[in-house]
């Protein structure tokens, strides 16, 4: 990894921005690995403060968000001061991007040490546990139709956990760990190759962690967690394609681009089609630049092509699935540019992947993050023009930086809160590109020292802005899902209730259920669990009385059980999977009882306090 | 010398391809399982394509990218084989992948980047010191988060479920989820007469007991009730129809 290290920084460093300071300022003799392992230790220190706010958290004696941030901001801010600073040499960089990503990473694996609790994570890991079982792709899921035809993490997860002997879940931290280490890698070699500066990619990295799903959604066990470093890496094998010193470093570059073309086909939709857009827009801005020359036209045609073929042949249901999100998101967007309908409330929201209940001080972080970026972003661009307009793909990623701030825009339409939020990950590459260019461009008279800080100290305020707009502040941090009691390992209700399911009825068994508690029996009970608005099993459960459409929907559906939950939380697919509060404000809110009363002329087999399962067939 | 060190990935893969298959901890045949899937198929198809024409960083990022992409061509190909994907079809597939890369790298002469250069680590006592607290800090980290922790304000449960019992016997279960050992009392009845009862019902947190009663004909209505402590109020309660 090391051989080609000189020679490297000596090829990217010539026509950049960031190059004069870098040659002028590196003191004589700096080790190869210069501040690594004090750095290594602080990010370990700031790990241990987020296990100790975690742990404070999981036995509820404590929201310990102040401890959680100090964490946070001893893992960020060191290594963003060493990153901004002139004097570290490339392999040291490259290094600190390395930690940077992967603390960052154990940050969402210390929340949830014991399973998976995010709901894309429940929705994905019984995939993985058909595959296992069945040993065939292409199973039904119950919750989430279209993940099962889009194979890539799941075939991965369960290769490794064949081969092991490991669960889904310690596969699938692997997985997505070594997800973590390629989007990190290759968005620093990506910018590197693009600005000639080593300085530069790892700016970039440090930029792209404080977009708001990098400490938590994208971290999590889904499919758009492996496919977005999929696509970060085809989009380096791009750049070095274009640079590539001979024919066969060409053919290699090329190859890889098709398979990784092909691996992001094959695990996520959107994805997918971000990656054959960007190529397309690459190839459209190369054709407007007057030059064809290592224009990506037949990495879009491929892409294009791919992506069609497995859109018809294999995962068809795609269509239906996404086309109500983005027809509401549209929908919602222009109702609110009307005034048809009122601006969603920032801040405001419902539990889940918001900001609600964020106070004053993170408020003014997420406010403050953008404000950062958006002050920044004029000065990197104004750069990149002075610098790289003559290269197409440079601007293209400028311009993706740009529409970062229209996601800012929509996030005030309801229902377009989701799709901006979610799109974010993706343009925030753009956003690496440009903001190093504006760091460098107004930081540039201060002397290395200050610049490091002035630069760690700007950009940890927008990584705290991103980490508070992604991510509601009571779930940032573990909650009980197991609990210790009487020297005896206690689960949750709902997990509890899941093995039952699973040691009592047996495996394949069909429900209605909440949201949380449905994840959790097609996780643990190996069952087909409904869920959700699509069919309306929500306002099924919630009812008071038995409607005349609710007994012919489960026949359609085949239920055989309905698992009734008097607890509020347990229909937030992000919260309910824990224990509640037994006395005091957090107390859990409960559905009346004649939510559960309906039933009682069905079988009542299972009765916990907030959860009671009636099995439906008449004797 | 070229062309059989280019076999060299296909030997590695063959080697973690039989031990994952051995009955070993699922801690070695990680290690094993880990190169198999993330490493060397990646890095054979670096090989046959010249590897040596990229950079060390190019080959770090490449290597387990196309390893997972190529994971995922196994997988695709392979749910067409009647057994599907099992443990041994995985390890066939990929050092299937291996193998073949490995041959043409070894037909091309294309194998065969030398042993990246050492660097000089120039590490410091300081720095020593520095990892090892990480290591030391990182591992209490993990052991923590890993210890499932007392939490007073937890709201507990009890499970009581009632389910038919092969012929026509029902099958009661009783599992606490409380947080302290507590006393319960659980009646049994069918059709105004007791078929069970248990006044001293002692469960410690987690525990559970199952009770099997035979009925004088399967499909009569059942109830079960369970009552804590001396409280009179039911705490929990099922019923078969």
């Known amino acids: ?619 | 010398m070229t062309r059989l060190r280019a076999l060299l990935p296909a030997l590695a893969a063959a080697v973690c391809a039989v031990v994952v298959l051995l009955s070993v901890p699922v801690a070695v045949s990680t290690i094993f399982a880990v190169p198999l899937v993330f490493v060397l198929p990646g890095y054979a198809l670096l090989e046959a394509l010249e590897l040596r024409t990229i950079g060390g960083a190019q080959r770090a990022v490449l290597v387990p990218a196309l390893s997972v992409a190529l994971a995922i061509a196994v997988a695709l190909v392979v749910d067409f084989v009647p057994s599907g994907l099992t443990q041994r079809s995985w390890a066939i597939g990929l050092f299937a992948v291996v193998a073949a890369a490995s041959g043409v790298a070894a037909v091309r002469g294309t194998s065969g980047i030398g042993l990246p250069r050492p660097v000089p680590l120039g590490l410091h006592r300081l720095d020593v010191v520095a990892l090892v607290v990480a290591a030391a800090v990182l591992t209490g980290g993990v052991i923590l988060v890993r210890t499932p922790l007392a939490a007073k304000h937890a709201q507990g449960y009890t499970i009581l479920s009632l389910v038919h019992g092969r012929g026509s016997s029902i099958v009661v279960g009783v599992q606490s989820g409380e947080q302290r050992k507590l006393r319960y009392r659980l009646v049994v009845g069918a059709q105004n007469h007791v078929l069970y009862r248990n006044q001293n019902l002692i469960l410690a947190p987690s525990e559970r007991t199952t009770v099997r009663i035979s009925l004088s004909r399967r499909g009569q209505p059942v109830t079960a009730t369970l009552y804590r402590g001396k409280q009179k109020a039911v705490y929990r309660h099922v019923s078969l129809r």
């Open chain 1, 1 to 619: 990894m090391t051989d080609s290290v000189e020679a490297t920084e000596q090829r990217i460093a010539a026509p950049s921005v960031f190059s004069g300071q870098s040659a002028a300022e590196r003191p004589a003799g700096e080790p190869v690995f210069g501040r690594l392992p004090l750095l290594v230790a602080t990010a370990a220190i700031g790990l241990l403060l987020v296990a100790v706010a975690d742990a404070r958290s999981r036995s509820m004696s404590s929201e310990s968000q102040t401890l959680f941030w100090l964490g946070l901001i001893v893992v960020y801010a060191p290594i963003v001061g060493r990153l901004a600073h002139a004097a570290p040499r490339r392999l040291e960089r490259l290094s600190l991007t390395v930690v940077l990503g992967l603390a960052l990473y154990l940050v969402k694996v210390f929340r949830d040490p014991f399973g998976f609790t995010f709901a894309d994570e429940l929705v994905h890991a019984p995939n993985a546990d058909a595959i296992l079982r069945t040993h065939h792709l292409f199973h039904a899921n119950a919750i989430l139709e279209a993940t099962p035809y889009y194979p890539g993490l799941e075939s991965v997860t369960a290769a490794l956990a064949s081969l092991s002997g490991l669960t889904v879940y310690g596969a699938g931290l692997i997985v997505i760990g070594v997800a973590r280490l390629l989007i990190v890698l290759a968005l620093f070699l990506l910018v590197e190759r693009l600005l000639g500066s080593a300085r530069a990619g790892g700016l970039a990295v440090a930029v792209y962690a404080a977009n708001s799903n990098f400490v938590f959604f994208s971290a999590q066990f889904s499919y758009e967690s492996l496919a977005l470093p999929l696509l970060v890496v085809a989009l380096f094998a791009y750049g070095e394609w274009r640079g590539a010193p001979n024919r066969a470093a060409r053919i290699l570059y090329t190859v890889a681009i098709v398979l990784l073309t092909f691996a992001v086909v094959t695990t996520h939709h959107l994805t997918s089609y971000a990656l054959a857009v960007t190529f397309i827009v690459i190839a459209i801005a190369y054709r407007l630049a007057g030059s064809r020359h290592d224009a990506p036209g037949g990495f879009a045609a491929f892409a294009v092509v791919a992506v069609g073929a497995w859109l018809v042949a294999v995962a068809s249901t795609t269509v239906g699935y996404l086309t109500p999100v983005f027809t509401s998101a549209f929908h919602s967007v222009a109702q609110t540019i009307s005034g048809e309908s009122a601006p969603r409330q920032l801040f405001g929201g419902k539990a889940g992947s918001d900001t609600s209940g964020s106070g004053l001080v993170g408020r003014g972080a997420a406010v403050g993050g953008v404000a950062v970026l958006l002050v920044l972003y004029p000065f990197g661009a104004r750069e990149l023009w002075r610098r790289y307009r003559r290269d197409p793909f440079a601007v293209v990623l400028a311009i993706a930086g740009l529409l970062v701030f229209a996601t800012y825009v929509a996030r005030f339409a309801p229902q377009a809160w989701e799709t901006a939020n979610r799109s974010t990950e993706f343009l925030f590459l753009g956003l690496a590109v440009v903001v190093p260019l504006g760091i460098v461009h107004l930081g540039g008279r201060l002397a290395g020292n200050r610049f490091a800080v002035a630069a760690a100290a700007v950009l940890t305020l927008a990584f705290a802005g991103g980490v508070v707009s992604g991510w509601t502040p009571s779930l940032r941090l573990a909650q009980p899902y197991e609990i210790s009691a009487g020297g005896n390992v206690v689960p949750s209700q709902g997990r509890a209730m899941a093995s039952w399911a699973l040691r009592v009825l047996g495996p394949g068994r069909r429900y209605a259920a909440s949201d949380a508690d449905a994840r959790l029996l097609n996780t643990y009970a190996d069952s087909v669990a409904i869920a959700g608005r699509h069919p309306d099993v929500a306002d099924l459960l919630k009812s008071p009385t038995l409607e005349s459409w609710e007994l012919p929907l489960l026949r359609e559906h085949d239920v055989r059980y309905v698992v009734t939950d008097r607890r509020r939380r347990a229909f937030d697919n992000t919260a309910g999977y824990f224990f509640g509060f037994r006395s005091g404000p957090l107390r859990d809110e409960r559905l009346p009882k004649s939510a559960v009363r309906k039933f009682r002329r069905f079988d009542r087999i299972f009765d916990s306090g907030d959860i009671v399962i009636f099995k439906l067939v008449r004797r």
